[in-house]
């Protein structure tokens, strides 16, 4: 569905949305009983939240991760796992204790990868398959990139899939996540998100994309795909930046806990 990254140093994490066209919610949520507000973005066809950031500095980002195994009965949980998530914790290690809490109650019928990054620097990735494997980890190194490969929970045939496609957007994100830094990091995060490889009609590694044969490497929906907005996540400045369509039009605005 989408290609996700996060770096330690900027307290950044972004990611494209790679989707058959739907609606788009960005809001707010406010605070309740021992429960943190969060700012968050969801599709139209989803329950809870797909990706935000809570008063606490605490983000969440999830993305489809596919399987061979066999299909489950099971809802489509992951969406009510992020919005737990976001309204009950404050650190990526009290994040992979509440995500693998749930989905051991409340397995979802498709899996996922979700990226946790708190307010000191954590950084987490969590996975889960429709079959009650779950794994999380803790990240040590600077960065952290996902092109809708697994992470944790290898599946050799679904690495498989399309894998020119995960394996040049991994290479793009990359390159342009690793040279980003100071005062020019948003406008260089705003550019990455927005990349289109030249020459390529079929958008093969693309990370911004337009009408988009997906034939597995983006999502479970084997339909024509676009990228109908991207996010940015500025966690030190406690901010969810997103895209008014495709990042390559550069039309962008901000959700803030100011309003």
Not at 23 to 44: E, S
Not at 78 to 102: D, K, P, Y
């Amino acid at each position: 569905m989408c290609t996700m990254m996060m770096k330690r140093d900027l307290l950044v994490a972004a990611k494209t949305v790679d989707t058959p066209k739907t609606l788009l919610t960005f809001a707010y949520k406010p605070t309740g009983v021992n429960r943190y507000g969060f700012l968050y973005f969801k599709m139209g066809w989803q329950k809870g939240v797909n990706s935000g950031i809570n008063e606490s500095g605490l983000a969440v980002l999830s993305s489809y991760a596919g399987t061979k195994l066999p299909k489950s009965e099971n809802q489509d949980t992951r969406g009510l796992a992020n919005e737990l998530a976001l309204s009950r914790c404050r650190t990526v290690q009290e994040g992979l204790h509440t995500l693998e809490t749930f989905f051991t109650e409340q397995p979802s019928g498709v899996g996922g990868t979700h990226f946790l990054m708190d307010a000191e620097g954590g950084m987490a990735v969590f996975e889960h398959e429709p079959h009650l494997s779950t794994k999380g980890q803790l990240i040590q190194s600077d960065y952290m990139i996902r092109a809708n490969e697994s992470l944790l929970l290898q599946d050799e045939e679904m690495r498989l899939i399309e894998w020119e496609d995960r394996r040049l957007r991994y290479t793009q994100a990359e390159m342009g996540i690793k040279e980003m830094s100071g005062a020019t990091w948003l406008e260089e995060m705003k550019k990455l998100l927005s990349t289109h490889l030249p020459n390529d009609q079929q958008q093969i590694g693309s990370l911004c994309i337009h009408d988009f044969e997906n034939k597995g490497s983006r999502s479970k929906d084997l339909s024509v795909h676009s990228t109908e907005t991207a996010l940015i996540i500025d966690i030190k400045n406690r901010r969810l930046i997103y895209s008014d369509g495709p990042p390559c039009h550069n039309q962008w605005a901000a959700l803030t806990f100011n309003h």
